[in-house]
């Protein structure tokens, strides 16, 4: 028997992404509403109601709506935006974050999809605060920049205009009034005292992100030969996230474009005290729609990789 999935929003960036990893698998049956009903609240609550799980690709409002247009409690909700990714009744939807995080996916009803930029903070952060490497009230400031596709159908049209100014549009920063809707996520998930100081910006590429985290080994319990055993043990035997070498020249924001992969690096200048931890990651990959598909396979007891790109 295959697994009926309706992606409720899937005509967006993300939906499409999802879309294009789960067609023509064996193991999948979509249910498609026609162009001209899908926002129509009866034919998405009889989809939403018929599907063995639901992905949801909306603003955060539209999601809450979606949720509450189910009326069983068989169909299994993986929610991409950022309205449930703090709510303890939800499954955070990031496998490799926790240890037994795998087997709670696999009894989730609700599951919230990670965001792009908390992906690679916590991939970095959270084994260390479970080793005890990082203390969780150290504070601590993130960096990151993500391609333009993860600004959704406007940012990508205002890139990919005709004449745009590439001097105006090659690289900028923003949220720069440090209240981003990704920090709680990353506080919580982290297990930190303190909102860490969230620096993102966004580049002329179309996709492909770059997160880094540095640190002073003087305020850390351990060296960077400990923080490279931590991460090297959260994530054995993972085909996903993987520790990758510390050459530098090969690190670009691209890097895992186009997968579904995560790459983690650990550059360290010992005699400085200095760390710089950098996870590298497709903002439209593990980031957003490859996540859901990996949730997806989880929550429904399929193969876990089946349908990523790695």
Known sequence: MTAKVFIDGAAGTTGIEIHERLAGRRDITLIAIADDRRKDPAARAEALNAADAVILCLPDDAAREAVSLIANDRTRVIDASTAHRTDPRWTYGFAEVAPGRRDELARATRVSNPGCYPTGFLALVAPLVRAGIVPPALPLSVNATSGYSGGGKAMIAEFEAPGADDAATGFRIYALALGHKHVPEMQAHA???HPPLFMPAVARSYRGMLVEVPLHLSLLNGTAGDIRAALADAYAGSRI???AGADPTLLTLEQCAGTDRLDLFVFANEALGQVRLV?????????????????????????ETEGLRL
């Open 279 to 303: 996870a590298a990651l497709d903002n439209l990959g593990k980031g957003a729609g490859g996540a859901a598909v990996q949730n997806l396979n989880l929550v429904m007891g399929l193969e």
């Open 191 to 193: 297990g930190l005292a």
């Open 241 to 243: 996230v993987r520790l």
